[in-house]
């Protein structure tokens, strides 16, 4: 499976971004897939996920504001980002989601870097 994300950039405070993640593999329907943000010096952690069955979770701080969604034509997943934040700043990677809290199954691609300028 190779991931593809795109779509990052500079963006002011308050403005908007649209995250996409291209899922090679074959596999992409049968997977829940999830947003992943690094913040300069800090973890990896789930930022949005949506399992097999289309349920939804968001991390607190974006809850309202960021929403994940799917093409499973495509085999692409969004993230779609408004009134953004200063901490919303760091690298986002997709992958695989399971709400059991297994960890994501694939290999990280490389990211797509989101600056927001307070």
């Known amino acids: 499976v190779q991931l593809q994300a795109s779509g990052g950039g500079l963006v002011q405070a308050g403005g908007s971004l649209r995250l996409s993640c291209a899922v090679s593999?074959?596999?992409?329907?049968?997977?829940?897939m999830g947003w992943y943000r690094q913040a300069p010096g800090k973890e990896r952690e789930l930022v949005a996920g949506m399992d097999a069955t289309g349920r939804k979770t968001y991390e607190d701080s974006v809850k309202g504001r960021f929403s994940i969604s799917r093409d499973n034509v495509k085999e692409v997943v969004y993230l779609q980002m408004n009134s953004m934040k200063h901490e919303d700043t760091g690298i986002y990677y997709c992958?695989?989601?399971?709400?059991?809290?297994?960890?994501?199954?694939?290999?990280w691609g490389q990211g797509t870097l989101v600056t927001v300028s307070s």
């Open positions: 593999g074959n596999i992409f329907s049968a997977e829940g």
């Open positions: 992958n695989s989601y399971r709400s059991n809290g297994d960890p994501p199954a694939w290999p």
